[in-house]
C-alpha cells in the first residue's frame, strides 16, 4: 500500500497537532498501522499502532495520555492526534503499514512492510 502522511508543522509547547496519512492501492483495512518518529541521528522508533479495525492501539511510554492513534478505514486514513506537545517530541514523524498475518501488531520498524513519508514536527519552548 502507498502512503502518503501529512499534518507536521510548526507548534508551541503545550500545543496540537493532528497527523493524517493516507493509504492507496490496498485494502486499508487488511493491515495494522502504525506511526513512528525519527530523531536527527537516531533510529526510527515506535510511537503507536492501531489493529486492522482499531480495537487494539499501543503508545510508546512517552506519549501515554497525550497521543492518540485512530483510523477511519472508509476513508484509508490513519491519524495520530498530538496534544500537550513537548520539545523532546521534535522529530520526522512516519506511518507505516503491516500486512496482518496474526492478532499480534508489531511495534518494530522492521516489520513495516510499506511507509509513508516523514513529516516534521517541531516543538518549540
Known amino acids: 500500500v502507498q502512503l502518503q502522511a501529512s499534518g507536521g508543522g510548526l507548534v508551541q509547547a503545550g500545543g496540537s497537532l493532528r497527523l493524517s496519512c493516507v493509504g492507496f492501492g490496498r485494502t486499508f483495512s487488511n493491515y495494522n498501522m502504525g506511526w513512528f518518529r525519527q530523531f536527527p541521528g537516531k533510529e526510527r522508533e515506535f510511537v503507536a499502532t492501531?489493529?486492522?479495525?482499531?480495537?487494539?492501539?499501543n503508545y510508546t511510554d512517552s506519549v501515554k495520555g497525550r497521543f492518540t492513534i485512530s483510523r477511519d478505514n472508509a476513508k484509508n486514513t490513519v491519524y495520530l492526534q498530538m496534544n500537550s506537545l513537548k520539545p523532546e517530541d521534535t522529530a520526522d514523524y512516519y506511518c507505516?503499514?503491516?500486512?496482518?498475518?496474526?492478532?499480534?501488531?508489531?511495534?518494530?520498524?522492521?516489520?513495516?512492510?510499506?511507509w509513508g513519508q516523514g513529516t516534521l514536527v517541531t516543538v518549540s519552548s
Open positions: 492501531i489493529s486492522r479495525f482499531g480495537g487494539r492501539t
Open positions: 507505516a503499514a503491516h500486512r496482518a498475518t496474526s492478532l499480534v501488531v508489531p511495534t518494530s520498524p522492521g516489520d513495516y512492510d510499506d
